[in-house]
C-alpha cells in the first residue's frame, strides 16, 4: 500500500506506544473536555491534535522542534479526554512517551530548564522541601510574608502565592475512634504522599482518624516514598519506576486491604503501578496486586457503618480532582458523603471537572496558562454563593485558594478530610 513506507511496523523514534495511538478515530469528542483547548481553541492543543503530533514524529514526517514541544508541554495531564473519549484511548500513556521523548532529545531555555530542575530536585523530597520552607515558616510566624513577596522576583513571587500559610497548622483533627475495629475488620494504610505531608499533613490525619473512627484497622507506612507522579508528569519515566518499586515493597509489606491518598494524583499513580512496571518480572505481579488495592477515602467511609453525625450549616460546591473523577471514576461518593452531613446544602458549579491549573507542578511551570484556568475555576466557584469548597487533591487546593485570595474572596477551600474534620467538631 502507498502508505505502509510512511508507518514503519518499528517506528524509528520511541515517541511512546506506537500501536496505541491507532486507537483514536479523530472524531474530536475530546475537544471540550480538554482545558487547553478550551483556553485557546488551537487544535494541537487538542488530545486528537497531540496525538497527531505523536503520529507524525513517530513516522518521521516532523522534527521535534520548539513549537512541536510546546504543544506537549501545555497538556496537563487531567485525562478529561479520557472520560470523553468513546474509543478508550489510552491518552495517560501516551503523554507521559511523548514527554519523555521530549526530555531526552529537547533542549529548553535557561529559565525553563530551571523551573523544572528545581521541581524536580525538592518536591518528591520532604526533608529538602522542609529545610528550604524553613525561613519561610519564620516569616509567616512573624506575619512578613507581604513584605517578602514586595522584593521578590515575578516568577518566585507566583510561586510564593501557591504556598497555603506556614505558621503552626490550626486546622480541627477528627475525633479519635468511636468504633472499635474488630479483629477481621479491613486493613488500611494512608500513603501521605511527599509535598502533601509537609503542607498538608493534616488531610492525611484527618483520613487516619476518619477510617479509624468508621471502624477500619489503620496501618502506617514508614517510611513513605514520592509516588512517582511529578516525575511521569515531566517526563522522567526512570525514576517515576524507582520510585514505584520503592512503594510496591513497602505497600506490599504493610499488608493493608485497601490503600488511600489523600492527593488523588498519587492515588491514580499507584493505581497503575501494574502498567507502569510491566515490563519488570520482578515486580509485576506485585505492582497490580497493589493497584488493584487502591481505594478513595469517601468510597470506604460510605461503605462503613454510619455512626451519629453533628448539624453543620453551610452551602458547599464540589471540586472534581482530575486524576479522581477521570483516572479513579470517583465522582458521587464525596458527594453523598457530603450530603450526608445535617445542616449542609450542596450547590453545584459549572465545569466542575474541568482542571484547575495545578496539575502537580504544572502551575509552577506553565503559570500563564494555570492562571488562566484558575480564574475559571474562581468564577465559577464564586457563582455559586457557596461558603466552602470542598475537594479531595492539595495541589488544587493550594491553586484555587491562591486565586480566590487574590480576588479578596469569602470562600473557604477545604480537603473533604478536613472538611468532614470541622463537620465532626
Not at 461503605?303 to 480532582?321: M, Q, S
Not at 450547590?347 to 491549573?357: I, Q, R
Request: aromatic fraction near 4%; glycine fraction near 8%.
Amino acid at each position: 500500500m502507498a502508505t505502509a513506507s510512511l508507518i514503519p511496523l518499528n517506528p524509528a523514534r520511541g515517541v511512546s506506544d506506537y500501536d496505541l495511538l491507532f486507537d483514536c478515530v479523530h472524531c474530536g469528542l475530546c475537544a471540550e473536555a480538554c482545558p487547553t483547548y478550551v483556553v485557546t481553541r488551537c487544535e494541537m492543543d487538542s488530545p486528537r491534535g497531540r496525538i497527531y503530533l505523536m503520529k507524525s514524529l513517530a513516522e518521521g514526517r516532523i522534527d521535534l522542534d520548539d513549537d512541536a514541544a510546546r504543544h506537549f508541554d501545555l497538556c496537563l495531564g487531567c485525562r478529561g479526554c479520557e472520560t470523553a473519549c468513546p474509543s478508550g484511548v489510552h491518552y495517560g500513556r501516551l503523554i507521559a512517551g511523548a514527554r519523555s521523548l521530549v526530555e531526552q532529545n529537547h533542549r529548553r531555555g535557561f529559565v525553563d530548564r530551571f523551573k523544572r530542575r528545581a521541581v524536580g530536585a525538592i518536591f518528591p523530597y520532604p526533608h529538602r522541601l522542609r529545610v528550604l520552607l524553613a525561613p519561610l515558616k519564620l516569616v509567616d510566624r512573624l506575619g512578613l510574608r507581604p513584605a517578602l513577596r514586595a522584593v521578590l522576583p515575578r516568577m518566585i513571587d507566583d510561586w510564593l502565592d501557591l504556598l497555603p500559610p506556614l505558621e503552626p497548622d490550626l486546622r480541627p483533627l477528627a475525633r479519635g475512634a468511636t468504633i472499635a475495629p474488630r479483629t477481621d475488620a479491613p486493613t488500611v494504610v494512608v500513603h501521605r504522599g511527599c509535598v502533601a505531608q509537609v503542607l498538608a499533613n493534616s488531610e492525611n490525619l484527618n483520613s487516619e482518624r476518619l477510617l479509624a473512627a468508621a471502624g477500619y484497622r489503620v496501618v502506617q507506612l514508614e517510611p513513605t516514598s514520592c509516588c512517582g507522579a511529578l516525575d511521569l508528569h515531566s517526563g522522567n519515566g526512570s525514576r517515576a519506576r524507582d520510585f514505584a518499586r520503592a512503594n510496591v515493597r513497602a505497600l506490599k509489606n504493610s499488608g493493608a486491604d485497601a490503600i488511600v491518598s489523600a492527593a488523588s494524583g498519587c492515588s491514580v499513580a499507584i493505581a497503575e503501578y501494574g502498567d507502569l512496571l510491566r515490563d519488570e518480572p520482578q515486580f509485576v505481579e506485585a505492582a497490580r496486586a497493589v493497584s488493584s488495592k487502591v481505594r478513595d477515602l469517601s468510597s470506604l467511609l460510605l461503605d462503613a457503618p454510619a455512626g451519629p453525625k453533628h448539624e453543620f450549616r453551610c452551602r458547599v460546591t464540589y471540586h472534581d480532582a482530575c486524576h479522581l473523577v477521570h483516572g479513579l471514576g470517583v465522582r458521587e461518593a464525596p458527594r453523598k458523603l457530603l450530603a450526608s452531613i445535617p445542616g449542609v446544602t450542596i450547590v453545584e458549579m459549572t465545569e466542575s471537572d474541568l482542571c484547575c491549573g495545578s496539575a502537580g507542578s504544572y502551575n509552577l511551570t506553565e503559570p500563564a496558562m494555570a492562571r488562566d484556568l484558575a480564574r475559571r475555576k474562581a468564577d465559577n466557584i464564586v457563582a455559586t454563593g457557596a461558603d466552602y469548597v470542598v475537594l479531595a487533591n492539595p495541589g488544587c487546593e493550594f491553586q484555587i485558594a491562591a486565586e480566590l485570595s487574590r480576588r479578596g474572596s469569602n470562600v473557604k477551600v477545604v480537603h473533604l478530610a478536613d472538611f468532614l474534620a470541622m463537620a465532626s467538631q
